[in-house]
């Protein structure tokens, strides 16, 4: 079946540094992927829409000044989180929709950031 | 924006026994997802509902959407330990969208 990746799976960085996290759709394209972060015993909260070609869509609240997205092919995403600050903490995962008639939507493993 | 209301929270069953997970919207839902999580992983998908009345099952998961295609159930027979984690719907925010919006969640344990 479909595969998404991420990497990397897990990340500690220090208080003002910027961490990027890929998002890689294995065995199809994806011109667009989806970006979400969980906070411990909450749901997934969608942040941002990643379209291939041109600029991310992001949801009400998101400020995209800080989350940089980037697609740089029908098989990549890039989520950076710039000037990361303890409270960037959290679990983000990525999903990819398969298209076509029968249309899916697989989810990566998730990267699990901690901000010190 | 659409909201998807579950319940219950959270939920501890003995092993054996049957369950129900309830998925609740304001409005229409538009392709209705299903997925699994370990806590600190990946989304493990289950099934995805589309039309009114429809009704899926792979082994002991069956998961249902109702006519009016507001409201799902995710019902487990026989629970086993294998089936704890949480469990999460997650609904198209309108006919032509891709990206899922998500409900609250619901924590599963299984009591031996």
């Known amino acids: 079946g479909a595969v998404v990746s991420q990497h990397p799976s897990w990340v500690i960085c220090k208080s003002g540094t910027s961490v990027k996290i890929e998002c890689r759709s294995l065995d199809f394209q994806a011109t667009t992927m989806f970006w979400y972060r969980q906070f411990p015993k909450q749901s997934l909260m969608l942040m941002a829409t990643?379209?291939?070609?041109?600029?991310?869509?992001?949801e009400q609240g998101v400020e995209k000044d800080k989350f940089l997205i980037n697609h740089a092919s029908l098989t990549l995403s890039t989520l950076t989180v710039t000037s990361a600050h303890p409270e960037d903490s959290s679990f983000y995962i990525c999903?990819?929709?398969?298209?076509?008639?029968?249309?899916?939507?697989?989810f990566g493993p998730g990267t699990r950031l901690l901000v010190l | 924006s659409q909201e998807l209301e579950q319940s219950p929270q959270s939920l501890i069953v003995q092993e054996g026994k049957n369950l129900t997970i309830n998925c609740t919207s304001s409005?229409?839902?538009?392709?209705l997802y299903w997925y699994k999580q370990k806590y600190g992983e990946g989304l493990i998908f289950l099934m995805m509902l589309q039309k009114g009345g429809e009704e899926k099952s792979h082994e002991k998961i069956t998961a249902k959407l109702d006519e009016k295609k507001q409201q799902s159930s995710l019902h487990i027979t026989a629970s086993q330990p294998s089936h704890a984690g949480i469990y999460l719907c997650?609904?198209?925010?309108?006919?032509?969208?891709?990206?899922?919006?998500f409900g609250s969640g619901t924590r599963l344990s299984i009591r031996p």
């Open positions: 990643s379209n291939e070609g041109s600029k991310a869509t992001y």
């Open positions: 999903s990819a929709p398969t298209g076509g008639t029968q249309e899916t939507q697989y």
């Open positions: 997650g609904a198209h925010p309108y006919s032509s969208a891709s990206k899922i919006i």
């Open positions: 409005k229409t839902l538009y392709g």
